[in-house]
């Protein structure tokens, strides 16, 4: 009889883990777009040291990271423009092939690579052409915040440079 009883509990406990445990998905999720809340607080030192940590890969041209690292940072418009280098172009392109649910999202969209000064030193943000039309017509001589992702680095002489993405911008609240 306690051999029976002990069963039936094991079995209703495990049946009961079995259940909860199905609920939860551990594999891949459906994406979805990022919102503000996804961006965490943070500085373009902070995101450009993470990218060009790259201490052990002096054969490689380029690191692709799939951390994007969602981060809002603080930074004023530095008067510089430029078209994206083709390094950084290839660099996206890979990142999307290998990562994004839809890789035309992010391919021949970031064109434009825009000067930002943070605390003194500047950074070279890459953004699509209809959010920059979007920051023309902003105030964009003031501080504004930035919603950055990161997607790795690529290397320019001895020197690791971030690719760092702007999803959007508000004005600095």
Do not use: C, H
Not at 2 to 13: M, P, Y
Not at 45 to 55: C, F, G, R, S, Y
């Amino acid at each position: 009889m306690k051999l029976a009883t002990l069963f039936a509990a094991v079995l209703i406990v495990y049946s009961l883990g079995l259940t909860l445990y199905a609920q939860e998905a551990t594999g891949p999720r459906p994406k979805r777009a990022r919102v503000a809340e996804d961006y965490q607080p943070g500085t373009l030192k902070e995101l450009a040291a993470k990218a060009a940590n790259q201490e052990n890969r002096k054969d490689e041209t380029m690191v692709i990271d799939p951390d994007l690292s969602p981060t809002r940072v603080r930074a004023t418009y530095a008067g510089s423009t430029a078209r994206t280098p083709e390094a950084k172009e290839k660099l996206i392109a890979e990142w999307a092939r290998r990562y994004a649910g839809a890789p035309e999202t992010y391919t021949r969209t970031y064109e434009v690579d825009v000067a930002f000064t943070e605390n003194g030193s500047d950074y070279w943000l890459t953004f699509k052409k209809k959010t920059l039309t979007s920051f023309w017509n902003s105030k964009w001589n003031k501080p504004v915040d930035l919603f950055v992702i990161k997607m790795g680095a690529i290397k320019r002489g001895d020197n690791w440079v971030p690719v760092l993405l702007v999803d959007s911008f508000q004005e600095a609240k």
